[in-house]
Nanobody, 124 residues
Framework: QVMLVESGGGLVQSGGFLRLSCRAS????????IGWFRQAPGKEREGVSC????????IFLDSVKGRFTVSRDNAKNTVYLQMNNLKPEDTAVYYC?????????????????WGKGTLVTVSS
């Protein structure tokens, strides 16, 4: 059974930090590109980051560069999104997704598996 389960969302004040986790089952995250996406109310879903696992640099949305980082723990089959210096405009439901084709840049309409999302709310 293939699943991705996000956790770690919650309410945080502006300038604070959160660490989101994405645990996979039914496949190995080491073999997949992992993307983080977010969707705020009334807005389109947008890509936050993409980690190809192919040795290249992680790609980030311009508005989160320098504030967000990603990492993997292959032994735990889990990926993480560390979010620092959070801003109210970061408020959204955050999703992780996996793509078996690691040569792409996590295209939203091409990801193989999606989690259900976790809500991050940043107060001003």
């Amino acid at each position: 059974q293939v699943m991705l389960v996000e956790s770690g969302g919650g309410l945080v004040q502006s300038g604070g930090f959160l660490r989101l986790s994405c645990r996979a089952s039914g496949f190995r995250v080491a073999d997949y590109a992992i993307g983080w996406f977010r969707q705020a109310p009334g807005k389109e879903r947008e890509g936050v980051s993409c980690d190809s696992s192919s040795g290249g640099s992680t790609i980030f949305l311009d508005s989160v560069k320098g504030r967000f980082t990603v990492s993997r723990d292959n032994a735990k089959n889990t990926v993480y999104l560390q979010m620092n210096n959070l801003k109210p405009e970061d408020t959204a439901v955050y999703y992780c997704a996996a793509d078996a084709d690691t040569t792409r840049r996590c295209p939203e309409n091409g990801m193989d598996y999606w989690g259900k999302g976790t809500l991050v709310t940043v107060s001003s």
